[in-house]
């Protein structure tokens, strides 16, 4: 079985034959991500004399969906780490009943057309909340412009979840250039986007099985249910998004939790799990300096040493010193991953049939 896998996803690095299975080039966005990160760092916002941040912000909400919604979890984690302000994610129609004029809300939609978004936004406008705008166009991007808010278009036309370097990076800088996030991350940002150029180098279609972590991974993957964990911080949100990256781009459950949560709960899980399916992967998010955390880096050891008698189990370890190369260098390998694992299925990576299928019966 390896050996067919090992052809079949060494014969990709043929464009023709990669576009036959992927007749919309996910692979293609992948690849050009590390250049859409660094463009994304040097999209200038728009200002005007509406509902903008002022000095008076005292907590911070951003607020999306999906794929234009991850972004601002990697932000919370930076303002976890950098501070001063509290930043929340709401996934939601509605804000946190405690949103008002000294909440600063960052509404971010891709497409500009997300009703939760719009609907969320409204309920900013409501309450006299502060708020920016990340969006491509689309109605979020006129009410912004109508109502004088600070906003940063990005470019569009491509899935949101091909699209995060636009809309966190943009994000960022605004919240850093207020010291709403207190931290320089010039340097941080240079490190981020050369370790991601050379993730592209070494992980993309024409580097071949044996020396591609990504296609060896997604091979050993193939068959089995995913269950990706993250040791805490960063990689418990770096594990939803190699969980999302698998539900979309390779159409198949997955799911993510993050330790130490998950010994409280989800690891007795495992004591019937090969009795509801039986081929199950675990894939554990590391860090180097997690050893600095002795608590963690034991509960990591017996958690799959639990584990290892019922799901195979596979390590991926950050890249990088500072906290976003290391963030961005554990999400950008499951974009390969899931991808190198559709075309084992498959299935377009691309498609979003179901999620076209709710929005059309929701108009």
């Not at 931290?183 to 370790?195: G, L, P, R, S, V």
């Not at 034991?298 to 596979?314: E, F, G, L, M």
Request: hydrophobic share 40%; glycine share 8%; charged share 20%.
């Amino acid at each position: 079985m390896t050996e067919q896998f090992s052809k079949t996803l060494n014969d990709i690095a043929d464009q023709e034959i990669r576009l036959k299975k992927d007749p919309l080039n996910m692979m293609g966005l992948v690849l050009k991500f590390p250049a859409q990160c660094r463009e994304a760092s040097e999209i200038v916002w728009h200002y005007a004399s509406g509902r903008s941040a002022s000095h008076d912000v005292r907590n911070i909400v951003v607020t999306g969906l999906g794929g234009s919604a991850i972004g601002g979890d990697f932000l919370r984690v930076l303002a976890d780490e950098y501070g001063p302000l509290p930043l929340q994610v709401n996934r939601d129609y509605t804000l946190p009943k405690w949103v008002g004029a000294s909440t600063l809300v960052m509404a971010g939609s891709y497409s500009g057309n997300t009703e939760e978004t719009l609907a969320a936004y409204a309920n900013a406008s409501a309450v006299g909340a502060p708020t920016a705008i990340v969006s491509s166009g689309g109605k979020l991007s006129e009410l912004a412009h109508v109502d004088g808010c600070a906003i940063a278009t990005v470019p569009g036309g491509q899935p949101p979840r091909s699209a995060t370097g636009y809309m966190f990076f943009p994000a960022l800088n605004y919240l850093a250039s207020r010291s709403f996030i207190r931290h320089n991350f010039a340097q941080d940002m240079e490190e981020t986007f050369t370790i991601l150029e050379q993730q592209a180098a070494n992980l993309g279609p024409e580097i071949e099985f044996d020396k591609n972590p990504a296609k060896q991974l997604a091979a050993n993957l193939f068959g089995t249910i995913p269950v990706v964990y993250g040791t805490q911080g960063f990689r418990g949100v770096a594990a939803y998004r190699w969980k999302c990256q698998f539900n979309e781009n390779t159409k198949i459950a997955a799911f993510s939790n993050v330790l130490p949560e998950q010994n409280h709960n989800e690891i007795l899980a495992w004591v019937q799990a090969r009795k509801q399916a039986e081929k199950w992967s675990v894939i554990l998010l590391r860090d180097p300096a997690e050893i600095e955390n002795g608590r963690i880096f034991k509960r990591t050891q017996v958690t799959s040493d639990i584990i290892s008698p019922d799901a195979a189990i596979y390590e991926v370890v950050s890249q990088g010193k500072s906290l976003l190369a290391r963030l961005f260098s554990l999400v950008y390998m499951a974009d390969f991953v899931s991808v190198y694992l559709a075309y084992l299925y498959g299935v377009c990576p691309t498609d979003i049939g179901h999620i076209d299928h709710l929005k059309s019966a929701l108009a």
